[in-house]
């Protein structure tokens, strides 16, 4: 059973930085794409990053980048998704998701998700 488990939420001031940690078990971790996704209150979930098997390829949402970085540690079985310059409308509910297939392109997830999902944690970014 592929359990994600998500850590590293929190409140940070605006301007602040948060790490978020996705603990990934029950997969074979180094032949599964990882993602971030977010959702905020009263919105749809959004693709936030996602990061190809080995980390050798990243995309983004054009509203993180620059200021987010995702990465993996294969040996660990773990995603990271490094948090910068944080804004308020960064407050959402953050999920680690994980897919077979990885694309370049960041509508790919946005209309197609992904396979596996985390339970998510939560960011909060006062103003």
Known sequence: QVQ???SGGG???????LRLSCAASGLTFNTY???WFRQAPGKEREF???I???????????SVKGRFTISRDNAKNTVYLQMNSLKPE?????YCAADHFYSSKSYYYT??????WGKGTLVTVSS
């Open 48 to 50: 936030v990053a996602a």
């Open 52 to 62: 190809s098997w080995s980390g050798g390829d990243t995309n983004y949402a054009d």
């Open 33 to 35: 794409a990882m993602g």
């Open 90 to 94: 960064d407050t959402a509910v953050y």
């Open 11 to 17: 409140l940070v001031q605006a301007g602040g930085s």
């Open 111 to 116: 209309r197609h998700g992904m396979d596996q």
């Open 4 to 6: 994600l488990v998500e």
